[in-house]
């Protein structure tokens, strides 16, 4: 039988890099999602009840959201003036350098599509994108059924598609 | 991407943003500054953390409970009358009478503000001075409740005692009541007949 010091030790191994992804898609810094990690795993190790935990992704996913949500700051913004143009056209074959940047500027834009989306669309969306979480477990940390999240991510999509359908219909993105 | 079809190539953009949305990674060795963390915590728990507190806590507190002991002590304590608490200056007294010096009276004794000592010779007056009457030490605060009116209240408040009637002075008591008959003026005709 592992001691509780073992099993914490062991789930950091197994879970830090999940839960920074959590803590990142809502953060989008990857120094504060690291603060997050750390602060999410000492919540664990303070409450010691990861013995008694049956799903521990989850648990330690809705751990890292709420910590994440605590630290977001509501006026931090991304300039995207120039970004939105060049973001739009990230599917040209570009190599290298080149290529890495307008993916960041296709991120960038994307981020701030996501951010004009409502809260609870928002919500399931950024976590949607964390990649091994499916609608179970999203509706786990958000507290809310399946098919909730499926119809909030229907949503979501749906809107992000408007959004950027009207922006091209401004003249951009050709 | 096929440029007459936008629903398609709107799709496409977001799959594929959507997908690299958080693709960042971890720096190097996160798992091992966590872990460290983790020990640290251990070594020194929070709740040890606090604790640092205590002695400034304790510390505050013993400023607080010093600093209402001397607001306390500079409270007006009930004044005694001006007359016993005036003691006669520690100079020579004035005398109205010459070779009156071995009448000087002992200036640490209390003393009233208007003296007389006996003195074999004529009477020897130690005038002190008298403060003045709008000093606010002129008038006396009130004293404190003695032990038995505050029994006196506290009995008085649990119902132990009956509430005091008012006592009314002899000579005060209520009249009976008077009637006042109606006032009648009778018309002047037995003068103007006269």
């Known amino acids: 039988m592992r001691t509780p010091a073992t099993d914490v030790e062991s789930v950091v191994r197994e879970h830090t890099r999940f839960v920074f992804k959590v803590a990142y898609s809502i953060l989008r810094n990857v120094e504060d999602a690291e603060d997050v990690v750390q602060e999410t795993f000492l919540r664990v190790h303070r409450s010691g009840e990861l013995p008694n935990v049956r799903e521990v992704r989850p648990w330690l996913a809705r751990i890292a959201w709420r910590v994440a949500l605590d630290r977001v700051n509501p006026r931090q913004e991304i300039a995207l003036g120039p970004l939105m143009e060049a973001g739009f056209q990230a599917h040209a074959k570009e190599t290298g350098a080149e290529q890495l940047l307008v993916q960041q500027e296709q991120v960038a834009l994307l981020h701030r599509l996501i951010v004009t989306l409502p809260e609870e669309l928002r919500h399931a969306l950024v976590l949607s994108t964390v990649e091994e979480m499916n609608s179970v477990e999203i509706g786990k940390v958000l507290g809310i059924p399946e098919a909730s999240v499926r119809t909030r991510l229907f949503r979501a999509r749906q809107m992000l598609k408007e959004k950027l359908a009207a922006w091209m219909e401004g003249g951009h993105g050709s | ?194």
Request: charged fraction near 25%; charge should be negative.
């Open chain 2, 1 to 194: 991407m096929d440029p007459d079809n936008p629903g398609r190539k709107i799709d496409a953009w977001l799959d594929d943003a959507l997908s690299r949305y958080s693709g960042a990674e971890p720096r190097a060795g996160i798992e091992n500054r966590v872990l460290a963390a983790l020990r640290a915590e251990e070594r020194n728990p929070r709740r040890r953390r606090w604790m640092v507190w205590v002695p400034a806590a304790a510390t505050a507190a013993a400023v607080i409970v010093a600093m209402v002991a001397v607001y306390s002590s500079r409270k007006p304590s009930p004044v005694p009358s001006p007359i016993e608490s005036k003691r006669a200056p520690a100079g020579p007294p004035e005398t109205t009478a010459a070779g009156a010096g071995d009448a000087v009276a002992d200036s640490s004794a209390p003393r009233e503000s208007r003296t007389v000592v006996q003195a074999p010779g004529p009477e020897t007056v130690v005038s002190a001075a008298t403060p003045p009457l709008h000093s606010p030490s002129v008038f006396p605060v009130p004293a404190p409740l003695s032990e038995q009116e505050r029994l006196a209240i506290t009995a008085l408040r649990c119902g132990l005692l009956p509430p005091a009637k008012p006592q009314i002075p002899p000579g005060d008591e209520l009249l009976p009541q008077v009637e006042i008959q109606e006032i009648r003026i009778e018309p002047l005709n037995d003068l103007e007949q006269s």
